[in-house]
């Protein structure tokens, strides 16, 4: 199993442009998640959603929308950029059967804007 | 509203030695999971252990323990025989045990250093 993979690694943003953030997992685990982490601070959920065609709004899910059609894919989609954006981006995904409730956590997206 | 604190921003460490982290948290839930997980350099988050809150007998994974004091709502990590690979940032975090409610919440770290 690949895990959670996320392209890109890393992106450049001007201010006003868009984006979408890609997250794959292969585990078919059923809840995924999308976090932002700022420098020096721990994971702030945007968006998360418990199924195909579920999705719910996290602790900041302003200036984002996502979409889960399938149970592999949970894309990201970042609406006319702002530097507050400018953050590194983690997809995450978990599995609800008992004793087994922790997330796994794809490598990240940098993403600058400027 | 649940809360994860973790008041030690930076830590170090000789190898070889022991160090132990904190965590508090706040909740009023009896029934939920708290973990530990690593973010080394690389940015990957790792979970390194997990505990539920109904289980008194504090998790052990290899090097890595904790000490749960469930009614001071305290998770520390231990780590023993520190060596150079476990340099990272280490959060805390806690999520409630209630169907679609998976959401967890993390502290803001503990930059851990160790010195050779």
């Known amino acids: 199993n690949a895990g959670v993979t996320q392209t890109p690694k890393f992106r450049i943003l001007k201010i006003g442009q868009s984006m979408t953030l890609q997250c794959t997992q292969d585990?078919?685990?059923?809840?995924m998640y999308w976090y932002r982490q700022d420098p020096g601070m721990g994971l702030k959920l945007i968006y998360y959603?418990?199924?195909?065609?579920?999705?719910d709004k996290g602790e900041v899910p302003n200036g984002y929308n996502v979409s889960r059609s399938t149970t592999e894919d949970f894309p990201l989609r970042l609406e006319l950029a702002a530097p507050s954006q400018t953050s590194v981006y983690f997809c995450?995904?978990?599995?609800?059967?008992?004793?087994?409730?922790?997330?796994?956590f794809g490598p990240g997206t940098r993403l600058t804007v400027t | 509203a649940q809360t994860v604190t973790q008041s030690q921003p930076e830590m170090s460490v000789q190898e070889a030695e022991t160090v132990t982290l904190s965590c508090t948290y706040d909740t009023s839930e009896s029934d939920y999971y708290l973990f530990w997980y690593k973010q080394p350099p690389s940015r990957q988050m790792i979970l390194v252990i997990r505990?539920?809150?109904?289980?008194?007998q504090n998790a052990t994974e290899n090097r890595f323990s904790v000490n749960f004091q469930k009614a001071a709502k305290s998770f520390s990590l231990k780590i023993s025989d520190s060596q150079l690979g476990d340099a990272a940032m280490y959060f805390c975090a806690y999520r409630r045990k209630v169907n679609r409610d998976d959401k967890i919440i993390f502290g803001k770290g503990t930059r851990l250093h160790i010195l050779p």
């Open positions: 585990m078919n685990h059923n809840y």
């Open positions: 959603s418990v199924g195909a065609g579920i999705t």
């Open positions: 505990q539920e809150a109904y289980k008194q």
């Open positions: 995450a995904s978990s599995y609800e059967v008992s004793g087994s409730y922790e997330q796994y």
